[in-house]
Nanobody
Framework: QVQLVESGGGLVQSGESLKLSCVAS????????IGWFRQAPGKEREGVAC????????YYTDSVKDRFIMSRDHGKNAVYLEMNSLKPEDAGVYYC????????????????????WGQGTQVTVSS
C-alpha cells in the first residue's frame, strides 16, 4: 500500500526558512518520480519541485528557483523540500505526490499523472 506522509509545515515570517519532509512507504522512491505540489486559497494546485528517479534529474517552477531545494534520502525512503527566503506568495498547503512510474521531472510536475497524494502540510508566511 503506497503511503506518503508529509510534515514540517508551519507559520514563518517573510524571509525565513522551512524544511518539509515526506516519508514514503509501500514502494521504493529511488525508482519513481516524486514531487512537491502546493495549493493556495483560490488557486489551482501547482507543481513546485520534482525529482525523477535516482539519477537526480530535478525540476523547479520558476518562482522557487534558487530558493527551494528538493532532496532525497535513500536510507529513509524520504524526500525533503528546503524552502529559503520564503515569501507570502509561497503560502499554501504543500502535498507530496508520486505516480509510482518512471517519468522525467518536468513532465511529472505538470501534475497530470499523479496517482498518490499525501495528506498535505500547511505553510503560512506572514509579511
Amino acid at each position: 500500500q503506497v503511503q506518503l506522509v508529509e510534515s514540517g509545515g508551519g507559520l514563518v515570517q517573510s524571509g525565513e526558512s522551512l524544511k518539509l519532509s515526506c516519508v514514503a512507504s509501500g514502494f521504493d522512491l529511488d525508482y519513481y518520480a516524486i514531487g512537491w505540489f502546493r495549493q493556495a486559497p483560490g488557486k489551482e494546485r501547482e507543481g513546485v519541485a520534482c525529482l525523477s528517479t535516482s539519477d537526480g534529474e530535478s525540476y523547479y517552477t520558476d518562482s522557487v528557483k534558487d530558493r527551494f531545494i528538493m532532496s532525497r534520502d535513500h536510507g529513509k525512503n524520504a524526500v525533503y523540500l528546503e524552502m529559503n527566503s520564503l515569501k507570502p506568495e509561497d503560502a499554501g498547503v504543500y502535498y507530496c505526490a508520486t505516480n509510482v512510474k518512471f517519468m522525467p521531472a518536468e513532465l511529472f510536475c505538470s501534475g497530470h499523472t499523479i496517482r498518490y497524494w499525501g495528506q498535505g502540510t500547511q505553510v503560512t508566511v506572514s509579511s
